[in-house]
């Protein structure tokens, strides 16, 4: 399943962007078919907050206290129920188009990881729009009465909140991007883009990601146990290396033998603890029980540590 990741401000033209793109779409799955009594070859799927009756309060941290406001429960369920409706469609033949925010780059991660692990590929929109017309437009909208939009307490939050995707990473890549002036011609140049880096005959290959995968209930003992325990000794090794090299940036940490083998690439600069301890974290969080991650599979020890590694060399080439 080709995954398009649409992101950008809020009020920035992101919903019509993403209707434009699904119309262009509709008309190149339809040009595939060899008969009017043939089945399509992909399926065309649009989803969104509207589409899931997710309502724009969900994202208002203005009413919580200020110690509750990174655990909002609330947008976390939104997301559990975004990431459920793109897996339910998830299959070679289906093309999902996901409007909204999606400002956070973990959140934006997770999806590209989801892709990968169905080797099929996922590409990133930027929709393009300055702070201050985004603004004017949440305002005029808030005075016409139209569709609910943002208050202009989280409309602030959410653009202060909002991550930019960048090309050098390979979650936010290909980054496509189309500003508000752009017209539907220059649109239609971009969703062809799009369509090639995602259903075209050169489209790369895409192979199963390396640092989410499914699990095993007990691999080897408990699984929970098991995860902290490989990940803690890990970055402890990290710390020993970093030791011997006397502080400074750069370097591999070997781990394992033979087949076994693991390599960490450390970047230019030295990784202290308790950045290290944000990435094990984060990591745990993924494998644990996250959101969309409750499928079973098999995961031994030797799989843990090699995801673990996978996920740090990608952190560590974002941040390099």
Known sequence: MPLIIITGLPTSGKSYRAAQLHSFLSERIASLQTSPDSPPKYRLHLISDETQSIPRSVYDLSTLPQHVRSANASEKDARASIYAAVKRVLSPRDVVILDGLNYIKGWRYQLHTEAKNLSTPSVVLQIGCSVEKSREVNEQSQSQQQQPRYSPENWENLVFRYEEPNPMTRWDSPLFTLIWEDDEAQANSVYAKIWDAICGESKPAVRPNQSTVQRDKDPGGDYLYVLEKETQDIVKRILERQAELGGEGGGEVELGEGTSR????????????????????????????GIGLEGVGKLRVERLRESFVGYLNDAFEKDG
Do not use: D, I, S
């Open 262 to 289: 693991l390599v960490v690439e450390l970047p230019g600069k030295k990784v202290g603890l308790p950045q290290l301890q944000r990435y094990r974290r984060a990591f745990v969080a993924l494998n644990r029980g």
